[in-house]
Each structure stands twice: as structure tokens, then as C-alpha cells.
């Protein structure tokens, strides 16, 4: 075979999809790609595949991909418009309150075994880095007991209103949807919530919330393997989990319990971020000095056959950002280094959504 994934995936993302003006593989709309040395099949998924919009993009894709594989190689396109991501994932009874249309492409979840490592810091300045990439971006706070979203966004206090098919409207800051469980709980009251009211919940707040038309809908989880991370896998159909962790051994170890409990529900596991892996002094910036040990995250992802998408350096400005309500990827210093992440992400999420079936929400009867 004289070419391969890598080769299909480059000549695909010259092919944008006419609505949004954005390349077809980096909005996850090529599925089921499966290839021999001389057969080539895959999954286009539009909006509407009968317009004529979906013939241009069709021949497009065969075009494409025929100026590096030959034209000995037979192509296959199959045009689809089932939803995909949250569009399908929801529970069936909270389906029929979506607007007609609505697609959520990709659902990750951020998650983390431990508490205080940095998911809500990962997953806030992803999603922003997002937004500067060009995507339409949510971002859901689903940790009814420590919501950090409105601190964060600065948006304390804060009520989103409700519309007239009385769903939530989420709030936009720095270009990104927000919600959180923290616009809609006192934290007082929530302290006092019992697991299954949580799940209940988490449930409603998820089917209820008018997202419209999004690339990535980010979900920043509590931390743990509890009931509230199995309500998530039940409720949506996540494109894939992001795995949080330091570089401390118990808190590898945490991870590790974190991507097996994702493995076992059957979603796949994008990657780790290893979050205050070093710290540079600012008088000193070629230096980087491990604290918390050096290489452990690379090597659990080495072991666990996952990518390791970025390492993150401990710093002042970041926590002293996030506190402000001002997180670093808004700015432009802190840009770059979470760019690079969110193009490592999205890379990782084109190859799964072409090589994997969408993730199948499980039923899970708990006790
Ligand atoms: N790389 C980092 N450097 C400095 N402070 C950080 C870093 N990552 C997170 N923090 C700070 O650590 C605290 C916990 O982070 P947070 O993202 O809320 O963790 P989690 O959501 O996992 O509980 C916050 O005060 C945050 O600002
Ligand atoms: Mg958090």
C-alpha cells in the first residue's frame, strides 16, 4: 500500500463543508473509514445529504482522496445524516425538546481521578483555545458539589434565562457556551444533595440546555469513578474522555482508575494531560524543574497504549487567571501553549471519529 490513515486524513481536510465553511474532517463528519490496498470506504455525515451541497461535497472527498491514492483504488462514499454526538446521545424522553437541526458533533469529557489536579483548568482553557481555533464550543460544568465554571468565567451569580421551548440558554463568554450546575444550585443546598437527585439531575440539566449547532461540547466532570461520571456515559454519547492527572504516583495511580472505568463503559480514551508537570522560574526560563517527579504520565501512557496530548507547567499566572475569571488561553501569552493543545485534541478526535463507531451509551442498573 502506497499510502495510509495519515494520507486520507490530509487529503480529506482540504474538503470544507459548504454551511460552516470548515474542513469535513476536523468537524468529525468522515465516519467508518475502513481501507484495504485497493478498496477505500467511509461515512459522510451532512446536515442534509439530498442537497446539492452533499453531492459537491462527495465528489470532492472522492477527488481528493484520488490524487494520492491512484485511481486503481476503488472508493465507496456513503451519505448520512444521522446525529451524531449529543444530538443522538440523549435520553430518548428529553429527544423530542430539541430543536429540529440542532448537532452537537463532539462530546469530550474531561475527567480526572483526583480532585484538584486541574480538569476544570484543562477544560476551561480548552475550550477557549477552541474557540480561537474557529470551532462553536460548549462548555458544561457538571459538578454539582465544586462547580468552578462561574468563578472562572467570572460569572458568579449569574442566571441564564430560559427559552421558549423552556430550555436553559446557555451564557456566551470568550466565545464559548457556557453552562454550569453552579448557575442553578446553591452551593449550600447542593452540599445536602444525595447521589441519585445528583444523577437525576445532571440527566434533566443535559437534555434541557439549548446548545444549537456545536462542534465541541466540552464536559467537565466531578472527580472520581462514581455515579456521576456512569449518569454521563449513560446520558451522552461521548466522542472520547481526556484524562487529567499531576505527576504524583497516587495521583497516576488515580488516573489509571480513571481511564480503565472509561475503557470498561466502552468510551475511548483520547489522551492524558499531565498538568503541573514542571515549573519554570521567570528569571530562569530555559529551566524546567520536575517537582512532582519527571516522566511518570508519559510512562502510564506509554503502558496504557494512550496518547499523552500535552504537559503543563505549573504556574502562577495560570491559577492567578483562572481565580480572576480571566483564564490564560484568552490572553495572548497564555495562547500558544494551550493552541497547541487543542490542535493535539482535535488531531486525536479526527482519528477516532474515522476509525472508530460512535461511542453506544450503555444502560449501567447500578446495586
Ligand atoms: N498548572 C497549574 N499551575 C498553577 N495552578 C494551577 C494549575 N492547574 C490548576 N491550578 C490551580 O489549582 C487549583 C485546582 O485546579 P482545578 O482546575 O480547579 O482542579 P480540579 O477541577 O481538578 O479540581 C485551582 O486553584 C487552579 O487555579
Ligand atoms: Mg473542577
Given amino acids: 500500500m502506497n499510502f495510509d490513515l495519515n494520507h486520507i486524513i490530509e487529503s480529506l481536510s482540504h474538503v470544507v463543508e459548504p454551511d460552516s465553511g470548515k474542513d469535513i474532517v476536523r468537524l468529525g463528519l468522515i465516519r ?121 468565567f467570572d460569572l458568579e451569580g449569574t442566571r441564564p434565562k430560559i427559552n421558549e421551548s423552556r430550555q436553559i440558554i446557555p451564557i456566551v463568554k470568550f466565545g464559548v457556551k457556557v453552562m454550569s450546575m453552579g448557575f442553578l444550585v446553591e452551593q449550600d443546598q447542593a452540599v445536602i444533595w444525595r447521589g441519585p437527585m445528583v444523577s437525576g439531575a445532571t440527566k434533566q440539566f443535559l437534555g434541557e440546555t439549548d446548545w444549537g449547532d456545536l462542534d465541541y461540547l466540552i464536559l467537565d466532570l466531578p472527580p472520581g469513578t462514581g455515579d456521576i461520571q456512569l449518569t454521563i456515559v449513560q446520558t451522552v454519547s461521548l466522542t472520547g474522555a481526556i484524562v487529567v492527572s499531576t505527576p504524583q504516583k497516587v495521583a497516576l495511580a488515580d488516573a489509571r482508575k480513571g481511564v480503565a472505568m472509561f475503557e470498561q463503559v466502552g468510551v475511548p480514551v483520547l489522551g492524558l494531560v499531565e498538568n503541573m508537570a514542571y515549573f519554570t522560574p521567570p528569571d530562569l526560563p530555559d529551566r524546567k524543574y520536575y517537582l512532582f517527579g519527571q516522566g511518570g504520565a508519559r510512562d502510564l501512557a506509554r503502558k496504557l497504549d494512550i496518547p499523552l496530548l500535552a504537559e503543563l507547567p505549573l504556574d502562577e499566572a495560570l491559577r492567578i487567571s483562572c481565580d480572576a475569571g480571566y483564564p490564560l488561553a484568552a490572553t495572548d501569552e497564555g495562547y500558544p501553549l494551550f493552541q497547541e493543545m487543542a490542535r493535539t485534541v482535535v488531531h486525536h478526535v479526527v482519528v477516532r471519529n474515522i476509525t472508530k463507531p460512535d461511542t453506544e451509551r450503555i444502560e449501567i442498573t447500578t446495586r
Fill in 32 to 152: 467508518n473509514l475502513q481501507f484495504t490496498d485497493d478498496r477505500i470506504r467511509y461515512t459522510i455525515f451532512l446536515k442534509d445529504p439530498l442537497s446539492p451541497f452533499a453531492y459537491l461535497v462527495e465528489e470532492q472527498s472522492i477527488s481528493a482522496i484520488r490524487e494520492v491514492v491512484g485511481d486503481k483504488v476503488s472508493i465507496q462514499v456513503e451519505m448520512d445524516n444521522e446525529m451524531i454526538g449529543l444530538g443522538e446521545g440523549l435520553v430518548s424522553d428529553q429527544a423530542g425538546k430539541k430543536a429540529p437541526g440542532d448537532r452537537v458533533l463532539n462530546t469530550i469529557a474531561v475527567a480526572s481521578g483526583k480532585g484538584g489536579v486541574g480538569k476544570s483548568t484543562v477544560a476551561v482553557n480548552l475550550a477557549i483555545a477552541l474557540v480561537r481555533e474557529g470551532y462553536d464550543v460548549g462548555l458544561v460544568d457538571v459538578d454539582i458539589y465544586g462547580p468552578s465554571i462561574p468563578t472562572m
